[in-house]
């Protein structure tokens, strides 16, 4: 064997001890332990502390999913953003400012420069800079691939990025980043949740960016909720209209720790005016209501209104009888019109 080879092996050798060096996966077992409750009540566990008010807690691993053009990536950047410079983002304020890796593997790095700048708050002050760090393809040495991290090399080539201050990670999206294996095989996500697990274990949140499939639901196999603290569902809006910019609705539709407002749906409408990201929200009933009116008071019946906004024609009923614009039947007392 030639001098080249034996080098070659050598390299690949330390590579491999380094990944394996630099994994705890791969330590040997430490023995398990169960406490008993007197112990289970003596015991301090890290404490879950909030990031981004009660929607997300060191250590939460969350989901974004939504059809494509929706606004997964504006939604995930925003959120980046407010927890980078201790912002808002909608009702949720930031209890202080903390590091995010924001991991995108499909746009234009000169497109989502655009966006992030967009987003970042304009009285952000220049010492938080480091707070909010992205990666994007374009950034790749030339000839080299994305890193798969349903892989443990992938996750591995990852590592060097999450410095001491990273507490949130962004992986944007799933589909582009989880290559290996088929997406709607529950065995295929195993490599992929145990690394969020460790993760997890570290105190880092991580929020995914996923694909909704045809059905509206979330693309591929449904154990990847399983795990998961959060999920939230990216709606286009019934009456969207491209020139009031991005309108969709927000869909908590798993949440564990969220109650009342926090888990309301909500209509959002993003615009961005000379280069300033501004999100206005209503409670999706609310919002609803106002449109439901406002058609009617166009002339509109209540099943017209139904399939203009593509909602039940239940709710259509309720919005007009609070509103008092249910038709009067013949021979009726409006008073009495909800009988009929």
């Not at 330590?27 to 009540?41: D, F, H, I, S, W």
């Not at 569902?233 to 949440?255: E, H, I, P």
Request: hydrophobic letters at 45%.
């Amino acid at each position: 064997m030639g001098k080249l080879d034996l080098d070659h092996l050598a390299a690949t050798a330390d590579k491999l001890r380094s990944i394996v060096d630099g994994d705890p996966r791969l330590e040997p077992a430490k023995p398990l332990r169960a406490l008993n409750v007197m112990e289970l009540g003596a015991h301090q566990f890290p404490e879950r502390v909030q990031l981004l008010g009660p929607l997300i807690h060191a250590g939460d691993l969350a989901m974004v999913f939504a059809g494509r053009g929706v606004g997964k990536t504006q939604v995930c950047l925003s959120i980046g953003a407010a927890l980078a410079f201790g912002a808002v983002f909608l009702r949720w304020k930031a209890a202080q400012p903390v590091g995010v890796l924001y991991l995108d593997a499909e746009m234009a790095g000169a497109v989502m420069q655009q966006r992030v700048a967009s987003f970042i708050p304009e009285d952000a002050p220049d010492n938080l800079a480091e707070n909010f760090r992205l990666f994007t393809p374009d950034l790749l040495p030339e000839g080299q691939p994305l890193p798969d991290l349903s892989t443990l090399a992938g996750q591995q080539m990852i590592e060097p990025l999450i410095d001491d201050k990273t507490r949130v990670i962004v992986i944007d999206n799933l589909s582009a980043w989880c290559r290996t294996g088929k997406e709607n095989e529950s065995d295929s996500w195993t490599p992929v949740s145990d690394w969020l697990l460790t993760l997890r274990r570290r105190g880092i949140a991580v929020l995914l960016v996923h694909h909704a499939g045809k059905s509206g639901e979330q693309r591929g196999t449904s154990k990847r909720e399983d795990l998961l603290d959060i999920v939230i569902q990216l709606k286009r809006a019934g009456d969207y209209d491209s020139r009031t910019g991005a309108a969709f609705t927000w869909a908590v539709t798993k949440g564990r720790h969220l109650v009342g407002d926090d888990a309301a749906e909500l209509d959002l409408v993003l615009t961005i005016d000379d280069g300033v990201a501004r999100w206005a929200f209503k409670e999706a009933e609310a919002s609803s209501a106002e449109r439901i009116t406002a058609l009617a008071d166009e002339g509109m019946t209540g099943p017209m209104i139904a399939e203009e906004l593509g909602i039940n024609r239940s709710t259509v009923w309720r919005a007009l009888k609070k509103a008092g614009k249910l038709p009067v039947k013949a021979g009726t007392v409006r008073g009495d019109q909800g009988a009929h």
